[in-house]
């Protein structure tokens, strides 16, 4: 089988991402990208997470032909696609409907800097991309543009994108920030949030680079 391991990855990390309530039924979708062979393993379209098998993943090039596989790709795949392009950094994507995330792309608000852990997204705020109808080549130019240097991005009422530089790391970037996002809305609901500043942010930036154990894996903060 074609990228045996990243598609048993993204079957596996599609049912994490299910029992953690980050995307209700078959929304929400996830890919691995290997740049050597110019390929990405992503789960199929309509198949719920718990359904879904490694030979179900279907890997695509990144124009989206078919490459192996007998199922038909996410209506995403340009969206994660076009951050493999942008970003060549990064090896993996996650895409999530996740409740609290998606409250604040449907108000087209970012998110702010109410808690340190969104340092791991690489930036301040994780900005919010103007809503273009999903699976469309605009939805992913939009999405890829407004995150600049940001390695996540609201989309206008849809959901978060999360990219990592393995699946690993683009999964716990969608937990922290579903989980910064529902500090925010919590703190809202009482008054106004304090916002780290620049400098402070600044500050978390430069520590979360010597975080974490020698071989770069992470589990918290």
Same mark, same amino acid.
Not at 64 to 84: C, M, N, Q
Not at 117 to 133: L, M, Q, T, W
């Given at each position: 089988m074609l990228m045996r391991e990243e598609r048993e990855l993204v079957a596996e990390f599609g049912r994490q991402m299910s029992a953690a309530g980050l995307s209700a039924g078959t929304s929400g979708n996830i890919s691995v990208y290997d740049p050597g062979r110019g390929l990405m393993a992503i789960s199929p379209s309509g198949i719920g997470y718990f359904d879904t098998?490694?030979?179900?993943?279907?890997?695509?090039?990144?124009?989206?032909?078919?490459?192996?596989?007998?199922?038909?790709?996410?209506?995403?795949?340009? +969206?994660?696609?076009?951050?493999?392009?942008?970003?060549?950094?990064?090896?993996?994507?996650?895409?999530?409907?996740?409740?609290?995330?998606?409250?604040?792309?449907?108000?087209?608000?970012?998110?702010?800097?109410?808690?340190?852990?969104?340092?791991?997204?690489?930036?301040?705020?994780?900005?919010?991309?103007?809503?273009?109808?999903?699976?469309? +080549?605009?939805?992913?130019?939009?999405?890829?543009?407004?995150?600049?240097?940001?390695?996540?991005?609201?989309?206008?009422?849809?959901? +978060?994108v999360a990219c990592g530089r393995d699946l690993v790391g683009a999964f716990s970037l969608a937990r922290n920030l579903e989980y910064v996002a529902e500090l925010q809305y919590r703190a809202l609901c009482i008054g106004t949030p304090n916002v780290l500043s620049a400098e402070q942010m600044a500050d978390v930036m430069v520590r979360f680079q010597s975080y974490g154990q020698p071989d770069g894996k992470k589990t918290g903060y």
């Open positions: 098998r490694p030979e179900d993943v279907v890997v695509t090039d990144l124009e989206a032909r078919i490459v192996e596989g007998d199922r038909k790709p996410s209506s995403e795949w340009a +969206l994660h696609a076009l951050f493999y392009k942008r970003k060549p950094h990064i090896r993996a994507v996650v895409h999530t409907h996740s409740m609290y995330c998606t409250t604040f792309a449907v108000l087209g608000r970012p998110l702010q800097a109410v808690h340190y852990a969104i340092a791991d997204a690489g930036a301040a705020e994780v900005p919010c991309a103007p809503y273009y109808p999903f699976g469309t +080549l605009e939805l992913a130019e939009a999405a890829v543009d407004t995150a600049g240097v940001c390695d996540a991005v609201l989309l206008g009422n849809h959901g +978060l």
